[in-house]
């Protein structure tokens, strides 16, 4: 279990509130009394005798929140609060350890036996003795009972719009059989037409198709038609009287041209007759060559 002074340390270096109350010092759920002994050695000079003595818990908070002040003026505050002071040798290193900036420190006793510590107690209430709380509390007091007994007396009354027995009388008195039956009947006929029977074994199915009815209502009219082709060429708004005539003048320019140019390729693929040389065997050519050449000879 931690002890006062690692207590201390952390909720100081945590800027964590510390609490003191009921001449105790509360850490959230733990408390030690204000006068319980420490582990921190108290320093002692070379004349210095005697056993071992130890800070007390609340002169180590009165330093802490007394820090900013000089040596001087921190001992006489303590002094003039009946507080153990911490003595000037101490001061730096205890300060350091408890600021977090170093982790331990060589006045520290381990071996040293510590005080549990305890839960921390209820804040006390406290109680107004003098004669005018206690008189307002006499007067409240009487106003409650007064408010219980008007209450009582209103509850215990009887209600203006209530039934009234003296006045009640048979219905066969007042009305005739006749009429009771026709009422019954009426009263019948309309739980019929607004609760539905238990023998009845299409209801579950009615209720189905009903429910999916009101289903599919929503989806309708949720609905949105997309436009297509078909859509475009259907509508109302636009018409296509002259597309007959523009496709035939189309149909007739293209033809027009198509014969133009069958035309011009015709008369380039036709041949000059007069200018083709056909030349065919003749043996008396070849005579005649050999003759040129025995003359060249």
Not at 120 to 136: Q, V
Not at 209 to 236: A, G, P
Not at 244 to 258: D, I, N, P
Request: hydrophobic residues 35%; charged residues 30%; proline residues 4%.
């Amino acid at each position: 279990m931690a002890d006062c002074l690692s207590l201390l340390r952390q909720y100081n270096v945590q800027k964590k509130e510390i609490i003191e109350r009921d001449n105790l010092i509360i850490f959230d759920q733990l408390a030690w009394p204000k006068h319980v002994k420490t582990n921190y050695l108290v320093f002692k000079g070379a004349k210095e005798s005697g056993p071992k003595d130890y800070y007390m818990l609340e002169s180590l908070l009165f330093l802490l929140k007394n820090v900013a002040l000089s040596h001087p003026l921190y001992i006489q505050r303590a002094n003039t609060q009946k507080i153990p002071s911490v003595k000037l040798p101490d001061r730096k290193a205890l300060l350091a350890y408890l600021n977090g900036e170093t982790e331990a420190s060589s006045s520290i006793d381990k071996s040293v036996p510590l005080e549990m510590a305890i839960a921390t107690p209820a804040p006390k209430r406290h109680r107004d003795n003098t004669p005018d709380a206690m008189k307002k509390a006499k007067l409240e007091s009487k106003q409650i009972l007064e408010e219980k007994q008007r209450l009582a007396a209103k509850l215990s009354a009887p209600k203006e719009g209530g039934a009234i027995t003296d006045q009640i009388r048979s219905l066969s008195e007042a009305m005739s059989v006749e009429k009771i039956a026709a009422i019954k009947a009426k009263r019948l006929a309309k739980k019929r037409q607004t609760i539905k029977l238990d023998n009845d074994p299409n209801a579950d199915q009615r209720s189905f198709m009903d429910s999916e009815l009101d289903l599919t209502r929503d989806v309708i009219k949720k609905e949105r038609h997309h436009k297509t082709r078909t859509n475009v060429l259907l509508s109302s708004g636009k018409t296509f009287d002259n597309i007959v005539e523009l496709l035939k003048s189309v149909k007739a320019r293209e033809e027009g041209r198509t014969g133009n140019t069958s035309g011009d390729m015709q008369k380039q693929a036709k041949p000059d007759v007069r200018q083709v040389v056909t030349h065919g065997y003749n043996r008396y050519d070849q005579e005649k060559f050999r003759g040129k050449e025995g003359c060249n000879l």
